[in-house]
């Protein structure tokens, strides 16, 4: 399989991924915050991923990109730490929380483009 064909499959999983938690997101009631902070968490991750997983399809040939995997390996198991002590609820969020995790979330996923163009550039010397 080329490239661009696991780029469409990815993009096509993330896709069902998203609208299921989208399905699941009206089926809990609003009086079960943790599921919600944890789906909303969850898309933080996806977000963090996938922003990983672009940047790997541009700067992969550069020479320093095992820092930048690094880098990522390190953030994507904090996040999941984190993950886990929301569901296990060591962690409460609140509405406030869980809005700045959907707001980073956000910033993850617009400006990827741009990121992926400041990390090649970095990569490049």
């Not at 869980?98 to 400041?118: E, F, H, N, Q, W």
Request: aromatic letters at 12%; proline letters at 1%; hydrophobic letters at 55%.
């Amino acid at each position: 399989m080329g490239d661009r064909t696991k780029e469409k499959i990815l993009e096509v999983v993330e896709i069902a991924i998203l609208l299921t938690l989208i399905v699941v997101r009206f089926f809990i009631s609003s009086d079960e915050n943790v599921w919600i902070n944890v789906l909303n968490y969850f898309g933080l991750i996806l977000a963090f991923s996938s922003l990983y997983l672009e940047i790997r399809t541009d700067c992969s040939a550069y020479k320093k990109f095992d820092f930048v995997t690094g880098i990522f390996v390190i953030g994507f198991v904090v996040l999941s730490v984190f993950a886990g002590l929301i569901l296990t609820e060591i962690i409460t969020l609140n509405t406030k929380a869980s809005d700045i995790i959907m707001l980073v979330t956000l910033l993850i996923t617009l400006p990827m483009r741009l990121y992926k163009s400041i990390i090649a550039e970095a990569l490049k010397d």
